[in-house]
């Protein structure tokens, strides 16, 4: 089955910056969209970012100017750079990838486990 493996979470001071990537694999034939969400304890997921195959990002407007996605193709890669962090930014980051398998020949989004991202001043 498709599988998404993040990494690069971790403890940050305020100011700081944090690279996360997540990686795809298993029997991909292709990926549509992939993004970033983050969730913090006691409330819902909130999307962060996205970027579909064309390369086109959109993110949200919590982030304030400070995220940045990118995608490598052709290694079914997702990253989000976080800089000036803050303490809000405190949560646990899941990537997402909207994935036809050759197991099931439909689209279906899958889920990373998420990495903890942590602010300290």
């Known amino acids: 089955q498709v599988q998404l493996v993040e990494s690069g979470g971790g403890s940050a001071k305020t100011g700081g910056s944090l690279r996360l990537s997540c990686a795809a694999s298993g029997p991909i034939v292709t990926i549509g969209n992939m993004g970033w969400h983050r969730q913090t304890p006691g409330n819902q997921r909130e999307w962060v970012a996205i970027?579909?195959?064309?390369?086109?990002?959109t993110l949200a407007d919590s982030t304030q100017g400070r995220f940045t996605i990118s995608r490598d193709i052709a290694q079914n890669t997702v990253y989000l750079q976080i800089v000036n962090l803050k303490p809000e930014d405190t949560a646990v980051y899941y990537c997402s990838a909207d994935v036809v398998s050759s197991v099931t020949r439909q689209m279906a989004t899958v889920w990373g486990q998420g990495t903890q991202v942590t602010v300290s001043s």
């Open positions: 970027m579909g195959s064309n390369g086109h990002a």
